[in-house]
C-alpha cells in the first residue's frame, strides 16, 4: 500500500489544483477556494484509492462523491449554504470531459472515408461514450444523495 | 389618474412590481448556475416576504413565469433568462438577500435597490487572474489523464491563452458554441504544436487537456439535479446543451488534430 502513496498524493495534488482553478472561473471568493481545493484532493483521493482496488471508473466516481458531499455537509456549519457548491466544485475534476471528446473524435472517424477497422473505432467511442454517461450519473447521484438525505440547506 | 386611483388597479401594480423584483432575482441565480428547485424556493421566498399568498413558477431555459395570488388579485409575469454561466458569489449574495426579504421588514425600492447593487458590485477575479487558473486547472487535469511534464507546460500556456480569448470572445457577444468550437481549436493547436516543440509523448492527450476548460461540469450536473428534483424538461434543455458544446469542441479538436497532421479530414 505504501508504494502506491506517492500516486495517491500526486492525484490529490492535481485534483486539488485542478479544483481551485474551476473555483476561479465560478467566482468562488479567496476564502472558499482552500475548500474547493480541500474537496477536489479528497475526491481524487478517494476515487484513486478505489481504482486502485479495481473498482471500475464508475464505482470509484459514486464512492468519491459520496464521500465529498458527506465531508462538505459536516462542516456546513462553517460553510454555510456554500457546501453543495463547494463538494460540486470538489467533484468537477473527475467529470470525464476527455472520455467525452474521445466518444465524439470516434463517433467523427466512424464517418470518414476508408475507414480501416471501423468496427474497433465504434466500439471504443460506444465504450467512452457510456463511460461518460455512467460516470456523470454517479456523480450526480453521489452529490445528491447525501445533500438530500441530510437535508443540507441551500439557502 | 382615475385609473391610478382604482384600488384593484393599484393592488394589480403593487403585485406586478413584487412579481417583477422577484423575477429579476430568479434571472440573476439562474443566470449564475442555481438548479430550478433553488430558484423556484429563492423567488417564493421573496414574493411571500412581501405578503404573497400563492407562488406559482415555470421554469424555462431561456425564461421564468410566475404567477401571484394575495388578497384577492392574481397576477402572471415572465421574464427573459441569458446566457447560463456559473457566478458562485452573486448567487449566494442573492440567497442571503432571499432570506432576508423572506424575513420581513424591506420595501419593494429597497430590495430592487439591492438586487441591482449586489449585480453591479459583487467582486469577479480579474480575467487574467482567471486564465492563469484555468491554464493551471487544464495542466492538472492533463496530469490526471496521464500527460507528462513537458507537455504539463504546453497545456498551461495553451489553457491559460484559450480561457483568455474565451472571456473575450463571450464579452463581444459570440454565440457560445461557436466560441466553443473556435476556443477548443486554438486551445487544442497551441496544447499539440507547444508539445511537439518541447518533445513530449503525449502530444494527443495535451491537446484534449487543452480543451477541457470547455467542459460544462456544472451544466451537466445541474441537468441531472432539475431531472431528481421533477423538472425534466429544463434537465433535458440543459443535457442539449451540454451535448452542443461537446460536440463543437469536438470538431475544433478534429481540425486542429488535421493541421498537425495527426489525422485526415
Keep these: 500500500m505504501l508504494e502506491l502513496l506517492p500516486h495517491l498524493l500526486h492525484q490529490a495534488l492535481f485534483g486539488a489544483l485542478a479544483a481551485a482553478g474551476f473555483g476561479v472561473l465560478f467566482n468562488f471568493g479567496f476564502r472558499a477556494l482552500p475548500w474547493c481545493a480541500a474537496a477536489g484532493a479528497l475526491a481524487l483521493a478517494v476515487r484513486t484509492v478505489g481504482q486502485d482496488l479495481a473498482w471500475s471508473l464508475e464505482g470509484a466516481s459514486f464512492a468519491a462523491a459520496i464521500v465529498t458531499s458527506c465531508s462538505v455537509s459536516a462542516l456546513r456549519r462553517q460553510l454555510g449554504p456554500a457546501c453543495n457548491a463547494v463538494a460540486l466544485s470538489g467533484c468537477i475534476p473527475m467529470v470525464p470531459g476527455a472520455f467525452f471528446g474521445q466518444a465524439l473524435l470516434g463517433f467523427l472517424s466512424v464517418t470518414a472515408p476508408n475507414l480501416v477497422d471501423a468496427e474497433t473505432t465504434l466500439i471504443v467511442a460506444v465504450q467512452s461514450l457510456l463511460r461518460v454517461i455512467f460516470t456523470l450519473g454517479a456523480i450526480g447521484a453521489g452529490l445528491l444523495i447525501p445533500a438530500h438525505l441530510l437535508r443540507n440547506q441551500d439557502f | 389618474m382615475e385609473q391610478q386611483q382604482d384600488p384593484v388597479i393599484a393592488r394589480h401594480r403593487d403585485l406586478e412590481r413584487i412579481a417583477n423584483m422577484a423575477l429579476r432575482a430568479g434571472r440573476i441565480m439562474m443566470e449564475s448556475g442555481a438548479s430550478v428547485s433553488v430558484v423556484h424556493a429563492g423567488v417564493g421566498m421573496i414574493a411571500r416576504g412581501f405578503g404573497v ?36 458569489r452573486l448567487d449566494q449574495a442573492i440567497r442571503q438577500l432571499a432570506v432576508r426579504v423572506a424575513q420581513g421588514g424591506m420595501t419593494v425600492d429597497e430590495v430592487e435597490a439591492e438586487i441591482g447593487r449586489l449585480a453591479r458590485d459583487t467582486p469577479r477575479h480579474p480575467a487574467w487572474v482567471v486564465a492563469v487558473a484555468v491554464g493551471i486547472a487544464c495542466a492538472s487535469f492533463g496530469r490526471l489523464l496521464g500527460v507528462d511534464w513537458p507537455a504539463f507546460a504546453a497545456v498551461l500556456v495553451a489553457g491559460t491563452v484559450g480561457q483568455y480569448v474565451r472571456h473575450q470572445l463571450l464579452h463581444q457577444g459570440v454565440n457560445v458554441f461557436i466560441v466553443a468550437g473556435l476556443i477548443a481549436f486554438l486551445a487544442a493547436t497551441l496544447g499539440g504544436i507547444g508539445s511537439i516543440l518541447i518533445k513530449s509523448n503525449t502530444v494527443s492527450l495535451a491537446m484534449m487537456a487543452s480543451i477541457l476548460l470547455l467542459v460544462p461540469g456544472v451544466p451537466s450536473t445541474n441537468a441531472q439535479t432539475d431531472i431528481m428534483d421533477g423538472y425534466p424538461t429544463m434537465g433535458s434543455a440543459r443535457a442539449v446543451w451540454v451535448l452542443m458544446i461537446m460536440v463543437f469542441a469536438s470538431v475544433g479538436v478534429w481540425f486542429a488534430e488535421a493541421l498537425l497532421g495527426l489525422r485526415t479530414l
Excluded: F, K, P, W
Design chain 2, 53 to 88: 399568498e400563492d407562488v406559482g413558477m415555470r421554469s424555462g431555459y431561456a425564461s421564468l413565469e410566475i404567477t401571484l395570488h394575495a388578497g384577492g388579485n392574481t397576477i402572471t409575469r415572465m421574464i427573459q433568462v441569458g446566457r447560463l454561466g456559473v457566478n458562485h
